[in-house]
């Protein structure tokens, strides 16, 4: 079942006077359930492209297309809403709220999003417990190694429920036990929860777990591969 | 959860919040209790006013105040005094004659008004009784420093309201005219003025006491001798009178007061404290609107920094902002927050600075804050030089209006600073 379309996408700045074409027509598209990387150098227009997914930026030609919803034709106001419902973030510098413990970070979406209170309570712990942050529930994020406070991270990128999460390069500031640790968390979940995962990264131990691997170079798909 | 993640926000950098909440705490200390003396000061000018000036109510003959004509005395002035007198508001009513006349000493001379008054009721309108002193404190004034000098001074000059029999006829001076005079208790003063015909007429009195009150424009201007002397001296009728000089028990009835004489008695002219010294009246309208004055300057200072303190915040937390606006919080929650902060910011340090304003105001309000050096000054414009603070609660509820109206205008940039931005380029930042 698809859940996300690109058709010939395109991303131009205007960096003084000076056209700068970001990604150039990419058409991709993914099925419920992938665990897909995306992968290139530094300036290939990764992170561009999952920002314009993540419906944070806007195509300058082509659609996106999310679940049947043209997200280039939402306002600003809906897109807002749309991410809050559709989409999971996980960043690279974890964005966690630093006030917050643990589990009040998890749960903070769903008040967003108008939650009951004991739903709330329930989730954020079983979706910490999940992270295999049981006991960390009431941390904040000052108190957590990097390694937890991502796990934390992607608690709550599934604590609303989306249709995919996004990862943007998830691993590049862990050492190599906890993005292995991260890593197969994420892998069980969408193994056994069948949530779809799309990363980008530039991380080999990454790319290696990954099923689909979608190689950028210069805003253009260069390959498009799965793998066991 | 979003009013505690604010909440939580103002103490993640917790000396640069404690440093605006102690700058709104100063200001609200500073601006609080600078009112607070101010109305006091103007609250005990007019208490001191009616106590020993104005009384509450005036009524005249209506063309009396025009020019003092002597003959514009109030009719059957016996009857309304006791109609008056059964009004349930009213405390007291005293007669008087008004009579503009020349006061002269052996060293100098000056025109006052003086006052007939039947003692016993005057006391009970006009505290100007609990003035009158004896001499100790003038002997020391006029600088008599050899004790037998002092010694005879005292043993002759007991200070009297009236109470004390004498063949002559007395007369109460204010402190002001008798330095000025130079005379003291039991000295002789001569009384010259106009009678009813038109005549020059005289009388020699003795001082019989000497007030002090804290206005001495008033000392200086007003003297009292008995009702029956001045109606010997004039000419007028031992029951003529020109002013009724009215007492209520409750000073907030004196408006609802004045309306229903108004109405009830129409050929007459009834003066309120306000009308008889207009200048007090106004001084304490324009008082409210100063004190208003003051606290908004404070407020707009403190605003500043306020704005400046929450654009920093806003400008440090630029990719929290962008995370949070990146996973689904709307713009007007992120404003929400912002304000909220803001306004948190501003209301405990406005809090604690009223709280610490209002024992000050209580201590000092009791204890009276003392500024004898300034004694002479303060009773030429007929103020007191002991102080006492004084605040109404409405004022600071309507402070906090303020403050929380200023938080609010304070986070407004910053927080359209933290809209304008894109949720993609703000994670993008590195800080």
Known sequence: MKILTLNNVHKIYNESEVQVHAVNGVSLEFDKGEFAAIVGPSGSGKTTLLNMIGGLDQPTEGEIIVDSTNIGSLKPSGLIDFRMYNIGFVFQAYNLIPVLTARENVEFIMHLQGRPRKEREARSRELLEAVGLADRMDSRPSKMSGGQ??????ARALASKPKFVLADEPTAN??????????????????????????????????????????????????????? | MIPSIAWKNVWRNRMRSLIVMIAVTIGMIGGIFSSAVFKGMSDQRVEEAIKYETSHIQIHHPRFMENQELTYTLPRSQELAGELQNLEKVQAVSRRMEVPVMIKSSASGTGVQLLGIHPEE????????????????????????????VQRFLEDS???????????????????????LKVDVKDKVVVNLQTTEGSLSGGVFRVAGIYRITNSTFENTVAFVKKEALSSLTGLPADAVHELAIRLSDSRQVGPLVKQLTRDYPGLDVKSWKDIQPELGMITQWLDVMLYFIMVIILLALGFGIVNTMLMVVMERIKE??????IGMNRMRVFGMIMLETIFLSITGGVIGMGIAALLIRYFGSQGIHLDAFTQGFEAIGYSPVLYPSIGVSFYFTLTGLIILTAIVASIYPAVKALRMNPAEALRIEI
């Open chain 2, 158 to 180: 007991v200070g009297h309201y009236f109470t004390q029999k004498s063949r002559s006829q007395q007369i109460v001076i204010g402190e002001e005219l008798a330095e000025q």
């Open chain 2, 122 to 149: 005057e006391k009970k309108v006009t505290a100007i009784r609990e003035a009158v002193y004896d001499s100790v404190e003038v002997a020391g004034k006029y600088g008599m420093t050899d004790p037998k000098r």
């Open chain 2, 321 to 326: 902002l962008g995370m949070l606006m990146a």
């Open chain 1, 174 to 228: 862990l050492d190599s036990h906890s993005t292995e640790n991260l890593l197969d968390i994420m892998e069980r979940l969408n193994r056994e929860e069948q949530v779809t995962f799309i990363f980008s990264t530039h991380d080999n131990r990454v790319v290696k777990k990954a099923r689909r691997v979608i190689t950028i170079e210069d805003g253009k798909v260069e390959s498009d591969s799965t793998q066991k």
């Open chain 1, 149 to 154: 406070q991502q796990r934390v991270a992607v």
